[in-house]
């Protein structure tokens, strides 16, 4: 269990028996775990989390019985429905939990990229799970926890990648929508707090979750957040990152993942680019050696 759930301690009243049911798989570098029957108390503990722990990420959903998990007496109630998302470089106190059907999502923050400040936000917070992005996620993890024995092992990446776009993409739904605001005061011009970080997070966001869309670019994404491509292009250039670079990058990521799996095998070149909205297949290959030193067909070579 530690594997999916990081280095917790669990205990269980006297009267009662400490059974749990674990069915786990790994999909690239995310964990994911089906728990039944999970022990009533459950500790985080500083002592007992590794530097390795330290960057983890834990999203529950919670199939049946309560939860209570947080910091000192504040303690949100999970209920049967709910996603919770745990953050293992901030240890928690004792969880009471009563858990006896969980779906457990373990990934390292670093996946998420400039999604993790997001993600963090939401941390111990449950969010109900009834619709919108949400209840796709919802219906996605309990669907994915009735076939963990029976994956393919190829699948690991890719259902790796759509766990990742989908948490972001549904914990973006959850944070409070705050447009980006501005008020004037003696002639100077003051951002609400926070709200530049927030609109980043669900821009990067939608734009991960839309790569394969050929007409994505810095207009249409502008059009979708209503903001002026310019306001755009100054949120990312703040954080040492040119828009149209990123996307590209991001899109030949996946492109060399692709031309590495195995079960792609019988898909060109152009049609794995075109999969990542990428047009101009003839230049392909030049882009992938500028980005990984590697041709497409260096890259299928080596796989």
Do not use: N
């Not at 019985?65 to 910091?71: F, T, Y």
């Not at 004792?94 to 999502?105: E, G, K, L, T, Y």
């Not at 449950?126 to 309990?142: H, I, K, Y």
């Amino acid at each position: 269990m530690s594997s999916a759930l990081a280095r917790t301690s669990a205990a269980t009243p006297a009267d009662a028996k400490a059974r749990a049911e674990v069915v786990t798989m790994r999909a690239g570098r995310v964990t994911v775990a089906r728990v039944r029957g999970l022990p009533r108390l459950v500790a985080d503990e500083v002592r007992r989390i590794g530097a390795v722990d330290r960057d983890l990420l834990t999203a529950a959903l919670y199939h049946a019985g309560l939860a209570e998990a947080g910091r000192d007496e504040h303690r949100p109630r999970a209920k049967p429905g709910d996603l919770v998302v745990f953050d293992h470089d901030r240890p928690y106190d004792p969880a009471v939990i009563d858990a006896r059907d969980v779906v457990v999502v373990a990934l390292p923050g670093t996946m998420l990229g400039a999604g993790a400040g997001l993600v963090r936000r939401t941390v111990g917070r449950p969010q109900p799970c009834e619709s919108g992005t949400r209840a796709v996620l919802a219906a996605f993890l309990s669907r994915l926890a009735d076939h963990l024995d029976d994956l393919p092992g190829t699948a690991g990446e890719h259902l790796a990648d759509a766990l990742v776009c989908m948490l972001v993409t549904a914990v973006a739904e959850t944070t409070t929508e705050r447009v980006e605001t501005t008020t004037e005061r003696a002639g100077a011009t003051t951002e609400r707090a926070g709200a530049t970080t927030d609109l980043f997070d669900r821009i990067r966001a939608h734009v991960l979750a839309d790569l394969g869309d050929p007409e994505l670019c810095v207009e249409s994404v502008a059009r979708r957040f209503a903001i002026s491509p310019r306001h755009l292009h100054e949120l990312f250039r703040r954080r040492g990152i040119a828009f149209a670079a990123w996307v590209r990058y991001e899109r030949l990521a996946r492109v060399r993942r692709d031309l590495r799996d195995p079960a792609m095998v019988t898909r060109t070149d152009r049609a794995i680019a075109a999969r990542w909205g990428l047009r101009d297949a003839a230049h392909l290959s030049r882009a992938l050696r500028r980005e990984f030193g590697q041709t497409a067909t260096e890259i299928r070579a080596k796989a």
